[in-house]
C-alpha cells in the first residue's frame, strides 16, 4: 500500500484532539476549533486531480491527506439482519431494476452515477409483511452484541482522540424500508405498526448499549434520521412527539447515566419544526447541518443556547467561489468563538466545488479558527 503524503500539516495546538472536541462541545475555551471534514462524493475520487494525482481513494486516505484532527465511532448492529439480498431483478432502457438491501425496488443509473434511486416497491406493506420481516430479520441475536474486548484494544482508555457510539435510527432508516410516499400511507393507514417498527428499532439499541456502556469511555453519542427535506419533516411534528421522543428519552437516559451528554443525529433538510422535539429528547446536536434547506446555523445557535452544531458550512458559497467562501466563514466566527460549533462542509463535499476553492477554503478555515478560541 502506497504511503500518503499530507498536503496539509495537522493544525498546532497544546490540546489533544479528545480534549480540545470534549471542551469545544462544552462550550468551554479550547486552543483552537477542532478540525475535522464530513467526506466527499464517490465522483471526487475520480474527479478532482488533487485526489487522482495523490492516490486519494476513500475518506481515511483524505483526512490523512488534509492533516484533520482524528475522531472515531464505534457501530453497532441495530439495524436489519440479515439485510435483504442485494441483486439485480431486470432492465428497463438505460435503467437496472434492483432489490436492495432494504428489500426494496428500485431504478437506478446504468452509467452507475451517484444519485438517487427512484423506487418503485417495498417489502412491507401491511402489518402481516412487517410481522414477517420483524421475525426473520430483527431479533436480538448473541451476533448483534458488541464485542467489547475488540472494541477496547482498537479505542483503549488512553486515546488521544474523542469517540462516539452509534445510536441507530428511530424512523429515518423506516422511512428507508417503506420509501417517503410509504411511510405516509403506514402513518395514515396502520400507524401501530408504524409505532412497533420505531419501538423495534429502539429496543435493538437499547439491549446494544447495555453491553458496552460502562465499559468503554464514548464521548459522545450519533444517531441518523434524514427524515426531513426542505419544507420540514415527511410526518408532522406531533408524530415525533407522540412516539419518537418517548424512545429518545430511552436512549437518551441511558447515554447520561453513563456520562454521555452530547449526541447528534445526522439528519438533512429543515429541521427547525423538530428542533424543540430533539432537545428535549435528549439529542442536543445537529450534523451536518445543511444550510441552503434550513437557515444560517447562527440563527439557530442564538435561538437555542445549549444546541451544538456540527457542520454548517454552505457548499453552495464553496461552490460559487472564494469571495463567497470567504464572506460566508467570516460570518461563522462568533459561534466557532462561543464553542458548540465545529464548522465544516454541510454535507459530503461534491465534485462541484473545485480543488482549487476547496484548497482556500481549508486555508482560510486554519486563519480564521485556527488559533486560540
Not at 478540525?35 to 494525482?53: C, I, K, R, T
Not at 409505532?195 to 437499547?206: F, G, I, N, P, S
Not at 476547496?358 to 486563519?367: G, I, M, P, Q
Request: one cysteine or more; glycine letters at 8%; aromatic letters at 12%.
Amino acid at each position: 500500500m502506497s504511503k500518503i503524503t499530507p498536503i496539509r500539516s495537522p493544525w498546532k495546538g497544546t490540546m489533544t484532539p479528545r480534549e480540545r472536541f470534549n471542551r469545544q462541545m462544552q462550550f468551554k475555551s479550547v486552543d483552537r476549533s477542532f478540525h475535522m471534514e464530513f467526506g466527499y462524493w464517490a465522483e471526487n475520487y475520480s474527479q478532482w486531480d488533487l485526489f487522482v494525482d495523490n492516490g486519494i481513494k476513500h475518506e481515511h486516505q483524505a483526512n490523512e491527506f488534509f492533516g484533520f484532527d482524528p475522531i472515531a465511532q464505534v457501530w453497532m448492529d441495530v439495524w436489519m439482519n440479515p439485510p435483504f439480498e442485494r441483486k439485480e431483478i431486470g432492465r428497463k432502457g438505460n435503467k437496472i431494476i434492483m432489490q436492495d438491501e432494504n428489500g426494496l425496488t428500485a431504478e437506478v443509473p446504468e452509467s452507475g452515477l451517484s444519485t438517487i434511486p427512484h423506487y418503485t416497491d417495498s417489502a412491507i406493506k401491511n402489518p402481516d409483511d412487517w410481522k414477517r420481516v420483524k421475525e426473520e430479520r430483527f431479533q436480538m441475536k448473541p451476533s448483534r452484541i458488541p464485542d467489547v474486548e475488540g472494541i477496547l484494544k482498537a479505542h483503549p482508555s488512553t486515546r488521544e482522540y474523542p469517540l462516539g457510539i452509534d445510536c441507530g435510527s428511530m424512523i429515518g432508516r423506516i422511512r428507508d424500508m417503506l420509501t417517503f410516499e410509504g411511510i405516509c400511507y403506514m402513518w395514515a393507514d396502520y400507524p401501530d405498526m408504524l409505532e412497533d417498527m420505531v419501538e423495534t428499532c429502539c429496543v435493538l439499541v437499547e439491549e446494544s448499549l447495555k453491553h458496552v456502556l460502562g465499559k468503554v469511555d464514548f464521548d459522545f453519542a450519533t444517531g441518523w434520521e434524514d427524515i426531513c427535506f426542505n419544507y420540514g419533516p415527511i410526518l408532522p411534528p406531533s408524530f415525533f412527539a407522540e412516539v419518537v421522543a418517548p424512545r429518545y428519552k430511552r436512549i437518551a437516559k441511558m447515554l447520561n447515566a453513563n456520562g454521555i451528554d452530547l449526541w447528534y443525529t445526522d439528519c438533512d433538510g429543515d429541521v427547525r419544526p423538530l428542533l424543540p422535539i430533539f432537545l428535549e429528547s435528549g439529542i442536543n446536536c445537529l450534523f451536518p447541518y445543511e444550510v441552503n434547506s434550513c437557515t444560517h446555523p447562527g440563527e439557530l445557535l442564538d435561538a437555542y443556547p445549549n444546541l451544538r452544531i456540527m457542520g454548517g458550512v454552505d457548499k453552495m458559497k464553496m461552490i460559487a467561489g472564494k469571495e463567497e467562501t470567504k464572506k460566508y466563514l467570516e460570518s461563522l466566527v462568533p459561534f466557532v468563538e462561543r464553542g458548540g460549533f465545529i464548522p465544516f462542509c454541510d454535507h459530503r463535499c461534491p465534485p462541484d466545488v473545485t480543488p482549487e476553492n476547496y484548497l482556500y477554503y481549508l486555508d482560510l478555515k486554519h486563519a480564521l479558527f485556527g488559533g486560540k478560541m
